[in-house]
């Protein structure tokens, strides 16, 4: 698939779903991956066949289980802004009533780096719960 | 449909699909709608059934498709954050690259009134395009 650079430098893969690239952030500050259709040219979710649509609602769902059990969030927020980058991206971000952003929105805010023994285990344990969600 | 009274404050009726209500934020700096499912004691998108998820989904594009329609934005933001106000709610922000925040995120920004009749004819325009949307 074709994957903007900034994307690419940003975040580490985890796993390709039927429809979507499932990426870890590399900001440490929140537990946050990004969900990335692999068809071309898409910018806007009503840029996806309808089937399309509904298969990327099924992997947010299983992206947000995922999330949820992993991280134990007290919410999650899922969004698709693409104000900088065009490329279609679905940001699912695990917030703690305890996190210092807590309640404002993460975008443009802090960036910690993760420890690359724990930034790795992330991916893993992200990989092998996604590996089993019946959608694959 | 129970409606937390900050969504109700901030917000005003446009219509009812299958499964949401559309209302209109009453900020004017920005084209800005929110879908909430009538269902009750949903916070989290997996709350909702898988049919329910779909159906969303399917709202969330003809919303999409009625706010690029009216507003012609350079790109929309989609999110369901609920740091703030728990029940689930959707927002669709027509977003140019003129307008005063591009390409932040618009949460706790600025703020403008609406000047009543444009408020008016905004709900009208919406309504209008929404009621014609195949899936209502």
Not at 4 to 14: G, H, M, V
Not at 34 to 60: R, T
Not at 64 to 88: I, R, Y
Not at 97 to 104: A, L, Q, T
């Amino acid at each position: 698939m074709n994957l903007d650079q900034r994307l690419s430098d940003s975040s580490e893969f985890i796993i390709d779903l039927k429809l979507c690239q499932v990426r870890l952030s590399k900001n440490a500050a929140f537990p946050w991956i990004l969900l990335i259709p692999k068809p071309e040219n898409i910018i806007e979710l009503i840029d996806l066949s309808v089937a399309d649509q509904h298969q990327l609602m099924n992997e947010i769902a299983a992206a947000s289980s995922s999330m949820k059990d992993l991280f134990t969030p007290d919410k999650l927020n899922v969004a698709t802004l693409g104000n900088v980058v065009p490329q279609l991206h679905i940001h699912i971000i695990a917030r703690y009533k305890s996190d210092p952003i807590w309640p404002n929105p993460v975008w443009n805010t802090i960036h910690q780096d993760y420890a690359p023994e724990i930034f790795n285990q992330t991916i893993d344990r992200l990989r092998e719960r996604l590996s089993k969600a019946t959608l694959k």
